[in-house]
């Protein structure tokens, strides 16, 4: 097995790696106080309690960082997480040493999911074609009802204007 370095890495490599890199964290974020910065936050203490007070503050960090570790690992251990990075490594030799495995996406998938996606875009485009059919078909009935009514009005009104005058006095 290689890294992108150019390392040999073997099995167990990216766990010790792990636990590398969290001992490395944890060692900067926990001595980032020296013993100068740690006596001039007590200028009041007299050289040997400030000399007391930096060997109990090493005391406190030290047992802070193997307690850190301790439970560090003790996760590690719970969530196996050694025999995960394991299969992960076995898993991406597989794939590199694998020159058929499929590097890329699989377009046959990105090419159903897109046919999908497509034919729901015809189907809301034709209900809503439909519904704009339907629309337009009730505003031309009204239309239309709309024509004969006036065309009705206009008859009526003509018939009126046709009838005699006399006819409409009423008689004493």
Known sequence: ?????GEISY???RHKDLKRSFKLGLHCLLTTCSKEELCKSFPRFTKAEQERLHR???????ALHQNIEDEFEALCEETKVGNVLDIVE????EQTLDHLYPDKTNFK???????TKKKNEIQNLTTMLEKIEDENQV???R???LRIQ??????ASNALQKVPPTMFKCKK
């Open 1 to 5: 097995m290689e890294k992108d370095s």
């Open 11 to 13: 099995p167990g490599s």
């Open 56 to 62: 109990l503050f090493i005391k406190f960090i030290t």
């Open 90 to 93: 076995e898993f991406v030799e």
């Open 109 to 115: 998938d990105v090419a159903q999911v897109l046919l």
């Open 139 to 141: 505003l031309r009935s």
């Open 143 to 145: 239309v239309e009802l």
């Open 150 to 155: 006036t065309q009705h009005s206009f008859d």
